[in-house]
């Protein structure tokens, strides 16, 4: 069996899964890499959503809806491709 080293955040996180889902990250590779691209998106989403002021007018909120909707699209496909 190969050793690999991994740092304290990697192991971590590895202590988090299961044995299926080990195995599931083995028998697909690039669900990590979508997965981060999610991730990715999904803070970018938060951030966007809490700059937005209270009292923000139906323009200002429409627009950064389409914003914030624009940025799931893109790392869904990426993540779908």
Do not use: W
């Not at 304290?8 to 990590?32: H, Y």
Request: proline share 2%.
């Amino acid at each position: 069996m190969k050793k690999v080293k991994v740092t304290r955040a990697q192991f971590r996180a590895l202590q988090q899964l299961s044995r299926k889902d080990i195995n599931t990250i083995r028998k697909n590779p690039g669900i990590v890499a979508a997965a981060k691209d999610l991730l990715r998106a999904c803070r970018r989403v938060i951030k966007r959503i809490e700059a937005m002021p209270e009292h923000a007018s139906r323009r200002k909120r429409a627009t950064a809806y389409k914003r914030v909707l624009h940025v799931c699209r893109k790392a869904i496909d990426k993540a779908g491709s």
